[in-house]
């Protein structure tokens, strides 16, 4: 789950964006009302950031009423409702859309990262996301994976040492590369070196790093790189993977799999709100 204040300050700000200094139309109605808002799937899919959410009509109106009917993972038919909304008229439709957005969003990731996990289900590969996200909803979307059944791979660039092709260039060399990082950051950080060749990959093998990402690499040489490896290392493969070649890396034996299409190209699930 995330934290209860880390979701209601994020909340505020989508807010803050939404209506700035006033809902010029709303808040030039002269009448109000208590209403019944149903939420509702209108595709099948998988909910994702229920409480997420609903949260942004506790943030606007502390007296709105909420029935949750689903709850995270829980598939989702066409037509099936979500949650029941009681409470003024006027408050509700002020959060609407960030509401939806934000469940839309999050239900479309954890939808797309399941077509993926579903494909791989029974091999040892696990699916993994990547930093490929929205700025200022990454820890959502991340959220969102693990409902679908992917796993997160790094958060940002503080929590794990990922060296790539342009940090080898820098330093002059994976060795080099490897060697000054390792004098600088706590033995508890793990460390992951990306390589796009076998040559690459043999180098890496003998220094001492975690995770090796095979970066845009066939079938077939991923079968070779899994097999020089040996076991020494985890083994994650990146690069073009999509839903119809995805089982075929799973079978190599590699580790993992990352993929920043589980976010960045999910589509996000048709869901409304609608006055009763």
């Known amino acids: 789950m995330l934290d209860r204040i880390f979701v ?43 409480d997420v959410s609903l949260t942004v009509f506790e943030v606007i109106d502390s007296s709105i009423k909420i029935k949750k009917l689903k709850n995270d993972g829980e598939t989702i038919k066409k037509g099936e409702e979500i ?10 439709l002020k959060g609407e859309r960030v509401m939806l957005n934000i469940l839309q969003r999050m239900s479309g ?13 029974d091999t040892k590969a696990k699916i993994l996301d990547t930093r490929k996200t929205t700025p200022g909803f990454r820890a959502f979307e991340k959220y969102a994976v693990r409902i679908g059944g992917g796993k997160n791979h790094r958060f940002a660039l503080y929590d794990m040492v990922m060296i790539k092709d342009n940090h080898i260039s820098l330093a002059g060399g994976i060795k080099e590369a490897v060697n000054q990082i390792k004098k600088n950051v706590s033995p508890m950080v793990k460390i992951e070196v990306e390589v796009s060749s076998l040559e690459e990959l043999k180098e890496t093998l003998e220094l001492d790093v975690d995770i090796v990402m095979l970066d845009n690499m066939g079938v ?22 999509t839903l119809n070649n995805i089982r075929e890396y799973a079978e190599t034996g590699v580790d993992f799999i990352s993929s920043g299409a589980v ?14």
Do not use: M
Not at 17 to 38: K, P
Not at 83 to 89: D, L, N
Not at 265 to 276: N, T
């Open 83 to 92: 949650a029941v909304i009681r409470g003024s008229g006027k408050s509700i």
């Open 109 to 121: 990731i954890a939808t797309n990262t399941k077509r993926f996990s579903e494909k791989i289900e």
């Open 263 to 276: 976010i960045h190209s999910a589509k996000w699930l048709d869901i409304s709100l609608k006055f009763i």
């Open 8 to 50: 209601r300050k994020k909340i505020e700000e989508f807010l803050l964006e939404d209506i700035g200094y006033q809902d010029i139309t709303t808040d030039n109605l002269h009448t109000d009302r208590e209403v019944e808002a149903l939420i509702v799937s209108k595709e099948d899919g998988i909910i994702a950031g229920i």
């Open 220 to 241: 077939e040489e991923v079968k070779e790189a899994v097999r020089l490896n040996s076991g020494r290392k985890l083994i994650e493969v990146s690069g073009n993977i």
